[in-house]
């Protein structure tokens, strides 16, 4: 199929061809404009596939980050009343930070 694209500014066609000559400069296969731009266009659906895994990734991070917090917290407060020798307190907190850990693992 073919796209032709009307109005572009000299100096940005100017640009595209540095880059393509730096590119064939350091190569033995020589790439014309149509081709570099042909490979750019390609990339664009790919590009919309990796923003939506990278916020995915971002999301499951935070979320994961969030665990990491509470538990450092729940364990330095379990680590509090053993040395005040609550060990029930102790105990239950650490039985309810597993128990979140296996709700959350479930998921």
Not at 18 to 43: M, V
Not at 56 to 64: F, G, Y
Request: hydrophobic share 40%; charged share 35%; no cysteine.
């Amino acid at each position: 199929m073919e796209i032709k694209i009307r109005n572009i500014d000299p100096s940005i066609i100017y640009a595209i061809d540095k880059i393509i000559q730096e590119l064939n400069q350091n190569s033995k296969h020589k790439i014309s404009r149509n081709d570099f731009l042909k490979a750019q266009i390609e990339k664009i659906p790919e590009q919309q596939i990796y923003k939506k895994v990278d916020s995915d990734v971002a999301v499951q991070l935070k979320m994961m980050s969030n665990l990491l917090k509470d538990n450092n917290f729940a364990l330095n407060a379990i680590f509090k009343l053993l040395f005040i020798g609550d060990d029930d307190v102790a105990n239950d907190l650490l039985d309810e930070i597993s128990k979140r850990e296996r709700e959350h693992d479930a998921k």
